[in-house]
């Protein structure tokens, strides 16, 4: 579906005029709007954008965040009871307009049955696209009120869900375009209320808090007095580097507090497996990919989300990059890490033969051999909540509460899917004992593997034990896509043979996997 007027207005809102708003905002001016039926002003910048102003200004933290670039959806709210991606709305745009958001779903009938229908038919999982997703189905029901499945997935079509496979969604809304008062359940299905039978369907447990906007994600708490990082990437897939007396360049800086590097980190290595600890949270001399961070800035959000990474004091020396595993397993390869001088991670062989060293005679014997190659691409999880989180550090080590509970030197709160493989890393990094180490974990908005790795974790643990500050990191989608870790690209080979009346008779299969 094409989205409606507002993102339409934006080019023209955000490119030729953001100059003259700016200069309005400069003078204090304050932009008068409805939210959620109450008289709002907002004193934002009128470039501002409108997910910013619900999220930061007026803790509306229902509205989430995906993308920043209205692809995803997920910040989707109604205006004039049309749906519209929030981050591609300037605040000035709602100006004397009429704003809705998640949080008062709830008080219109129609969205409360739809949070019902959601509920009963399962349609929200991890729950980060289900507030975008009730916004646009709301915008529909309330000019159609028994639409039809294409007009639903029309309606649908802006907002990106990972998890359900939008069957149940379209279930959900569908179910309630007869008018009848309760939702109706898709035929062949249990009753949430029919308990205690194998393939009963029960509400989740979650579910109402991800319907009304209040489960708490990884990026909707902000911890008082905290200090945002960000961080200098790697524009190259391999090269040397320096720092040039960034010390003294920070403190230049208005608005930035100080640099994190390499050294801050008492053993800069982790791993999903402890054997193979060779993942540095800060490259010390050399990047080794495209997007590795060299370095983490620490201040004021403000500034440091205009900063530019070429401004900062870093000298690259590029180096030749070894990008293939064929490249890497060729002979006078550069060595990507010095621990593999080979460049191989692990090998791996499985062999099952009638008699030893047969294989290959009973290929050649064989009636027919099939053989192929396959390569698989990286593959992106594409979770739709990028990283996000933050860490306190409490020098004084451990120590009891007033309410009596035990507080470790160091919590963190993140989306994580892996709790206690962060918390015995992180102890690793950082020299302590995994019980002064917490993890806290919000809700994830989907992870699928790509959240079992740490990836802000250090970076907030580190820039908190140095700067003694709750710190706090959220990634936008392309540093989450340019910095976390994909699905193995591969290259697999197979043959099959048979004998003459067509049973198996050899498998033969080798893959390089590259990480
Ligand atoms: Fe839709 Fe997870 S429930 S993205």
């Not at 915008?139 to 639409?147: M, S, T, V």
């Not at 004021?300 to 530019?308: A, N, Q, T, Y």
């Not at 990191?473 to 699905?487: F, H, I, N």
């Amino acid at each position: 579906m094409r989205r409606p007027h507002v993102s339409d207005m934006l080019d023209t809102q955000m490119g030729m005029d953001t100059q003259a708003l700016e200069g309005e905002g400069a003078l204090g001016q304050v932009i008068r709007f409805h939210l959620n039926g109450q008289l709002k002003t907002s004193s934002s910048a009128p470039v501002t954008r409108l997910s910013d102003v619900l999220r930061n200004e007026f803790g509306l933290t229902g509205t989430k965040l995906g993308c920043s670039a209205g692809d995803c959806g997920l910040c989707t709210v109604s205006i004039n009871e049309q749906q519209a991606c929030a981050c591609l709305v300037p605040i000035a745009q709602v100006e004397h307009q009429s704003v809705m958001t998640i949080e008062a779903l709830a008080k219109d009938p129609l969205g409360k049955r739809l949070q019902q229908a959601f509920l009963t038919h399962g349609a929200t999982q991890c729950g980060i696209c289900t507030p975008g997703m009730l916004m646009a189905a709301i915008d529909l029901l309330q000019k159609n009120a028994q639409p039809c499945e294409a007009q639903v997935l029309d309606a649908l079509a802006g907002v990106l869900c990972r998890c359900t496979g939008y069957r149940k969604i379209v279930e959900a809304i569908l179910s309630l375009s007869s008018l009848s008062a309760s939702p109706a359940l898709p035929k062949s299905k249990a009753s949430p209320d029919d308990l205690g039978h194998a393939g009963a369907r029960q509400a989740k447990l979650d579910g109402q808090a991800k319907l009304t906007g209040v489960e708490r994600f990884a990026a909707d708490e902000v911890p008082k007095d905290c200090l945002a990082l960000r961080v200098v990437r790697s524009p190259h897939s391999h090269a040397h580097f320096a720092l040039n007396d960034f010390v003294v360049w920070a403190n230049q800086q208005a608005g930035i507090k100080g640099v994190l590097i390499a050294k801050d980190i008492p053993f800069n290595r982790f791993a999903i497996f402890p054997e193979m600890r060779d993942q540095p949270a800060l490259a010390e001399t050399e990047v080794r990919f495209l997007g590795e961070a060299v370095a983490v800035l620490v201040g004021d959000e403000e500034v440091l989300r205009s900063f530019r990474d070429e401004d900062f004091p870093v000298r690259y020396q590029v180096r030749p990059a070894v990008l293939e595993p064929e490249q890497a397993l060729a002979a006078g390869a550069p060595i990507v890490q010095s621990r593999w001088p080979d460049n191989v991670l692990c090998r791996g062989r499985v062999l099952r033969e009638a008699q030893p060293n047969t294989l290959d005679q009973v290929i050649r014997d064989g009636a027919l051999t099939l053989r192929g190659t396959i390569t698989t691409p990286y593959i992106e999880h594409a979770y739709l909540e990028p990283e996000a989180g933050y860490a306190t550090w409490n020098s004084a080590g451990l120590s009891v509460s007033v309410s009596g509970v035990i507080e470790p030197m160091v919590s963190v709160f993140a989306c994580t899917q892996t709790p206690y493989m962060d918390r015995d890393e992180l102890a690793n990094m950082f020299k302590l004992k995994p019980e002064q180490v917490r993890i806290i974990p919000s809700a994830v908005g989907g992870g699928f593997g790509g959240k079992l790795d740490l990836s802000i974790q250090p970076l907030l643990v580190a820039a908190a034990r140095k700067f003694g500050k709750p710190t706090r990191l959220v990634y936008g989608r392309r540093e989450s896509m340019l910095s976390t870790t994909k699905r193995h690209p591969s290259k697999l080979t197979a043959s099959i043979t048979t004998d003459e009346v067509g049973r198996f008779i050899a498998f033969d299969f080798s893959g390089d996997f590259n990480t």
